[in-house]
């Protein structure tokens, strides 16, 4: 299985500030995700990471706010902009691999921490 | 819509103990698939099942079972003699049809004590 590393793993910012998390992945993957989880909350997907294409974003999401990058088939941004207090969660990456006949698994990444103050 | 619903925030076994957490989804499509994730209080996500629409069996991986009725709608995740190590939220996932995003429910927070 796919082994994925996240940078940071924490960080505590100011608001009106932006941080940018990495996703790297040991292996070249097709589809790479962003999730983020709110305190106490379920993930929630915010985007869909394709190399070589825009990000596709999920509703509630738009990319002035979180701006993806996927430059080559092993690695991922994605940019926490201009930051509130509601930011403050763990973001997620993950990637699929084929793991069946008829399903794909997704792996997820480590996982960043997210305060905003 | 699509939807996944966790109905226990918390639950509590014996050590050895086996258990079952709930999970019923709603969607129209035909085609779907049904996962389980632990989170440890680390915060990684870890496969532990899968369950596709048109499997006939449950699937089992080791101690974890998935008890699949498609018309109730229900992907129960049945765990047999919890260990102490279990214990840790748990999400049930649904990925709709011709789609690779995940849908998660609000999970099922399980507690393991001796």
């Known amino acids: 299985s796919a082994v994925i590393s996240q940078k940071p793993s924490r960080d505590i910012c100011q608001r009106g500030t932006s941080l940018t998390i990495q996703c790297q992945v040991d292996?070249?993957?097709?589809?790479m995700f962003w999730y983020r989880q709110q305190p106490g909350q379920s993930l929630t997907l915010i985007a869909t990471?394709?190399?070589?294409?825009?990000?596709?974003?999920e509703s509630g999401f738009v990319i002035d706010k979180f701006p993806i990058s996927r430059p080559n088939l092993t690695f991922s941004t994605l940019t926490v902009s201009n930051m509130s207090p509601e930011d403050s969660s763990i973001y997620l990456c993950?990637?699929?691999?084929?793991?069946?006949?008829?399903?794909?698994?997704?792996?997820f990444g480590p996982g960043t921490r997210l305060t905003v103050l | 819509a699509q939807k996944i619903t966790q109905t226990q925030p918390g639950m509590f076994v014996q050590e050895k103990e086996a258990v079952t957490l709930d999970c019923t989804y709603d969607?129209?499509?035909?085609?779907?698939?049904l996962f389980w994730y632990k989170q440890p209080s680390s915060g990684e996500m870890i496969f532990l099942i899968y369950?596709?629409?048109?499997?006939?069996q449950n699937a089992t991986e080791g101690r974890y079972s998935l008890n699949f009725q498609k018309a109730r709608k229900s992907a129960n995740l049945v765990i047999s003699a919890s260990q102490l190590g279990d214990s840790a939220m748990y999400f049930c996932?649904?990925?709709?049809?011709?789609?690779?995003?995940?849908?998660f429910g609000t999970g099922t927070r399980l507690q393991v004590f001796p």
């Open positions: 993950s990637v699929e691999e084929v793991a069946g006949d008829s399903y794909n698994e997704q792996f």
């Open positions: 996932a649904m990925s709709p049809w011709n789609t690779d995003k995940l849908i």
């Open positions: 990471a394709n190399q070589g294409s825009e990000a596709t974003y």
């Open positions: 969607t129209s499509d035909q085609s779907y698939g």
């Open positions: 292996s070249q993957v097709t589809m």
């Open positions: 369950q596709g629409s048109y499997d006939e």
